[in-house]
C-alpha cells in the first residue's frame, strides 16, 4: 500500500492522464478527501427518479460517498433531501429503504421532522410539572435535519451539498441533456425493479469501466461467442467541455464474412475466439430495439457516480454507492416505460440477462473490479495504470471504440476537483 | 404427501449435487423440455411487486443457453467452489401429477486457498411435475434474501 502516493505531485507524471497512481485506489486518506472534496464538493450527486417519489410523503432513501440521505415529496410536491442523522443525538433516522410517511420521527427521544427536513416535534420540551425541559433559549427553527440542495432535470433527482454548486444543465453538459432526453424523457419511465451488486472494488474502478469500451468484447464473451458484438462493431465517444461526463455509443450493423475474418485477427492467440457457439432459444437477441435509431448500446456516466445506460432494449439507472477504499455497492433501477405493450415488458424481463449480477454483458465486470483490487493492493509502490489505447495526448471524442480516452477524462476532472498536484488537465482542443 | 416428501427432498439433493459439480447439462435436464421457467428474483423485488428477475429463463432453451458458457469454459468468474444446503424442503399436491414445492437454500463459497464464507441465502418456490420415476421442474423461483450480490452471481441457484 503505498500511502499517501496519489497526493505526491511526482505520483501523476502525464498531463493527459495516461498515467494514474494506483494509490487513488487504496488509500484510506485519499478516500477520505473524495469524501470532502467531490461528494461534498461543488457537484451533483444523483438521488432518485421521480416516479420513485409519486405522492404526498414518499420518501427514499440514497448514499452519497459514505453519507446516507433521505429524499422526500413534500406537501407543495417539492422534492427534499437531507442527512439521515437526527438533529438532536446524530440516530439514524429512517431505517426503511423506501416508503411513505406524514413526518418523520426518530426512534430514540421522538424528534419529528416535517417532510422538508423542519423540527416540528421535541417531546418534552416545556419538561413536565415545571420541572426539566428545553431551556428558553432552544428554538426548533434551529435543529432542522442537514439539508442538502435539491434540483431535478429529466425526472432525475440531484443533490448537492455545497453551498454554491454549479449550474445543474451546465454540470450535466450536452451530451447528457440530449441522451437524458432520449432515455427517459420521450417515454414516461416506470421502475420494473432494482437490483445490487456489491464489488470489492473502488468505486472509481467502476467509473474507468463504464467509460472503457475496449474491454467489452474481449471480457464479455457471451458477445463474441454468439457473435453479438465484435471489436469491428461501429461506435465512439463524446466527451464534455470539463472531460468528466462520457458518452459511449455502439451502433447496429449487419455482420457479415468481412467481420468474422477481422474477428479472427482481433482474437488472435487468445483463444477465446469461439463464433461456433448457437443460442437454443434467440428470442432475447431478437427483441428490437425500441427506440429505432440503431444505437445498440449507450452509456452515459455522468461523474462522479451516475450511469444511466441502454444496452440492446435495457434501460437502467446505475448509481455507485462507494464503501470505503476497497468496495462499492451498484445500484440499478431497471427502467420501463408507461407507454409499454404487455409484450414489450415481457420483451424487457428477457432483455433484462443482459444486465446486472448475472447478466450476459455485464456479470464480469464485477470479476474484472475485484481482480484488479486485488491486483493493486500490495503492489511495489508507485506503480501506474498504463491508458493509452486509441491514442494519448489531449483527450478527444472518437468515432471507434478500442480506446480509453474517456476514462483519461475522467482522471483529468477528477484530479482537478481533488486539487491534486502533479500533471495539469488539458483542456479538450476546440 | 409424505410419500412425495421423501422424492422431493430427492429431488434437490440431486439438483443441488449437479450444480455443486458443475454438471450443467445435467442440471439442465432436470427441467421440463416442453415447459419451463427458471428464474432468480431479489427479494427486493418480490417485496414492492415488481416483476424484474436477476436471472429470467422462459423456455428450456433459454435454461441452456445460461449454462452454455459455463459448460464450455469460457467466462471469466470467480472460480471458487460453491456448497449449496438445501432445508425445509416442503411439498403440496397439485392436479396433473404435479407438486408445488418450497425450500430453503444457503451457498457456502470456498476459496482456491481454502476460505470458506456464505455466499447465498435464498428459498425455492418450484412447481415439478412427476415423468415415471423422476420430477421435472415446470416452474422454479430463487427468491433470493441476500440480493445484494456479493461481485456477480454466473452460476444459477
Partial sequence: MDKGMAQDPNAWPTSDFSRVPYAVFTDADIYQLENERIFRGPVWNYLCHEVELPEVGSFVTNWIGDTQVVITRSEDHGFHAFENSCAHRGAQLVTAVRGRAQSLTCPYHLWSYSLKGELTGVPLLKGMKGKGGMPATFKKSDHGLNVLQVQSHGGLIFGSFHAAPPDLKAFLGPHSLSQIERLLVQRKPKVLGYLRQRIPGNWKLYNENVRDPYHGSLLHQFQ?????????????????????????????????????????????????????MKMADPALIHVPLDLGDGYKTTILSIFPSLVVAQVDNTYAIRHLRPKGPDEVELHITYLGFESDTPEQTHDKMLTANFIGPSGYISLEDGEALRLVQQGIRHRRPGGHEVLEMGGVGPVQDTDYLSQEISIRGFWSFYHRIMGLGGAQAEGKPA | MSTHLEAVRSFFNVYAELLDAEQFEAWTALFDAEECVYRV?????????????????????????????????????????????????????????????????????????????????????????????????????????????????????
Fill in chain 2, 41 to 157: 428474483l431479489s427479494r427486493e423485488n418480490q417485496d414492492l411487486g415488481l416483476p424484474l428477475p436477476i436471472m429470467g429463463c422462459y423456455s428450456h432453451g433459454m435454461v441452456r443457453d445460461r449454462v452454455a458458457m459455463l459448460a464450455k469454459g469460457v467466462l471469466t468468474y470467480r472460480r471458487d467452489r460453491l456448497l449449496r444446503q438445501v432445508t425445509n424442503v416442503q411439498c403440496q399436491p397439485l392436479p396433473e401429477s404435479m407438486v408445488q414445492a418450497r425450500a430453503n437454500l444457503v451457498v457456502y463459497q470456498s476459496s482456491e486457498e481454502g476460505v470458506s464464507r456464505l455466499y447465498m441465502v435464498a428459498r425455492y418456490r418450484a412447481v415439478l411435475r412427476a415423468s415415471g420415476e423422476n420430477w421435472r421442474i415446470t416452474s422454479m423461483d430463487v427468491v433470493v434474501d441476500s440480493f445484494g450480490i456479493d461481485t456477480m452471481l454466473a452460476v444459477p441457484l
Fill in chain 1, 224 to 276: 463474441v461467442s454468439f457473435g453479438l458484438q465484435q471489436p469491428t462493431m461501429q461506435g465512439g465517444i463524446k466527451v464534455d467541455a470539463d472531460l468528466k461526463n462520457t458518452w459511449n455509443h455502439s451502433i447496429l450493423s449487419a455482420t457479415d464474412k468481412d467481420n468474422q475474418a477481422l474477428m479472427a485477427q482481433a482474437y488472435e492467440g487468445t483463444g477465446k475466439f469461439n463464433p461456433d
